[in-house]
C-alpha cells in the first residue's frame, strides 16, 4: 500500500529524470532533421556539386524513409526494451549526421539523409510509449507538451552555436562551416545516445529505481489502466475498428498533414529565402532565433 505522498515523491523524481532527457534528446532530433537549411546557407551545394533539384532531393528522400521506417521502428519499439531500442536507433542517425561532414557529392549526401530519416522516424512514437509506460492518462497531454517544446526551445539554443560555428569559419578559414555543423551535431547525438541507453526505458528497465519505487510505478500506471502489456504485443482487429471509426484520427492527421506540408518547405528553404533578402549567413541565423 502506498499513500499519495509516496506517488507524489516519485512523479517528481520521474520528471527530474525523463523530462530534460527526452527534452533535449527531441530538440537534437528536430535540429538535426532541419539543419540542412542552415549548412546550405555555409556552402553545402557548392562543395558537393549540387545541381537543379538534388538540393530539394535531400529533403524529399529524407521524409519517405521516415515514412517507411515508421511501422518497422513501432513494432520493434513494443517488443525490444524500449530505452535500449531508441538508443540504438538514435546512435546510427548521430552516425548519418556526423559522416555527412565527410560527404563529396550528391550521392554521399542522399545515401545519409536517407537512413538518416529511416533511423530518426523512432523519436516521436517512441517518446510517446515512454510517456504511456511512465504517466497516467491524465499526464500524458503536459509531458507531451514538454518535450514537444523543445522543437522551439532547443532551435535557439542550436542557432546560438551554429553562429560561432559560422563565426569561427568566417574568422579563422579552416574546415567548411557546414562541416563543422554536422560534427557539432552528429556528436550531440551520439552523446545523448549514450545517455539515453543508461537513463531510458520503462520502469523495469531503468537503473535510477530501487525495486520499492519499480513496483509503485507499476502500481499507479496498472490503476489507471494504462502502461505497457500483453495488449500491446498482439494484433487485434476490434481495436483497429474502433481505431478507423473514430474521427479524433482523422482530425489529427488533417492537422499533422496542414502543419507539415508549409513547415517542410520553410524548414528546407527558409534560410535561403532569408539570404536572398540581402542577409549575411549570419544574419540569416540570428533572424530565425525570434522565430523559434
Not at 506517488?7 to 540542412?36: A, E, F, H, N
Not at 556526423?98 to 512514437?125: D, K, Y
Not at 522551439?152 to 542550436?158: K, L, P, R
Not at 546560438?160 to 574568422?171: C, F, N, R, S, W
Request: overall charge positive; hydrophobic content about 45%; some cysteine.
Amino acid at each position: 500500500d502506498y499513500t499519495p505522498e509516496d506517488y507524489k515523491k516519485l512523479l517528481k523524481k520521474i520528471d527530474r529524470y525523463l523530462l530534460p532527457l527526452m527534452w533535449v534528446c527531441y530538440g537534437i532530433q528536430q535540429t538535426d532533421k532541419t539543419s540542412l537549411g542552415t549548412q546550405a546557407l555555409f556552402g553545402i551545394r557548392e562543395d558537393t556539386n549540387l545541381v537543379g533539384q538534388q538540393y530539394q532531393w535531400l529533403t524529399t528522400m529524407f521524409y519517405i524513409a521516415y515514412l517507411c521506417g515508421e511501422f518497422p521502428s513501432n513494432f520493434l519499439l513494443q517488443r525490444w526494451a524500449l530505452g535500449r531500442t531508441l538508443s540504438i536507433y538514435m546512435l546510427c542517425w548521430g552516425i548519418c549526421v556526423i559522416s555527412i561532414a565527410a560527404a563529396q557529392n550528391w550521392t554521399h549526401l542522399m545515401v545519409l539523409r536517407t537512413l538518416q530519416g529511416f533511423f530518426e522516424c523512432t523519436i516521436s512514437p517512441g517518446f510517446i510509449l515512454v510517456i504511456g509506460t511512465w504517466y497516467r492518462t491524465e499526464e500524458h497531454s503536459s509531458r507531451s507538451l514538454f518535450f514537444q517544446s523543445a522543437n522551439a526551445g532547443f532551435g535557439v539554443i542550436a542557432d546560438l552555436v551554429m553562429y560561432g560555428i559560422g563565426t569561427h569559419a568566417e574568422k579563422y578559414g579552416g574546415i567548411a562551416a557546414w562541416r563543422c555543423i554536422s560534427l557539432f551535431l552528429g556528436a550531440s547525438t551520439i552523446v545523448a545516445a549514450l545517455v539515453c541507453f543508461l537513463l531510458l526505458g520503462s520502469p523495469k528497465e531503468v537503473r535510477w529505481m530501487n525495486a520499492d519505487e519499480k513496483r509503485m510505478a507499476a502500481a499507479r500506471i496498472v490503476s489507471n489502466k494504462a502502461g505497457r502489456d500483453v495488449t500491446g504485443t498482439k494484433w487485434n482487429w476490434d481495436q483497429v475498428v474502433e481505431a478507423v471509426k473514430d474521427p479524433v484520427l482523422y482530425f489529427s492527421t488533417l492537422n499533422a498533414f496542414l502543419s507539415s506540408v508549409p513547415n517542410g518547405g520553410i524548414t528546407t528553404f527558409g534560410s535561403l529565402m532569408y539570404r536572398s533578402f540581402g542577409f549575411t549567413q549570419l544574419q540569416v541565423l540570428l533572424v530565425g532565433i525570434p522565430r523559434s
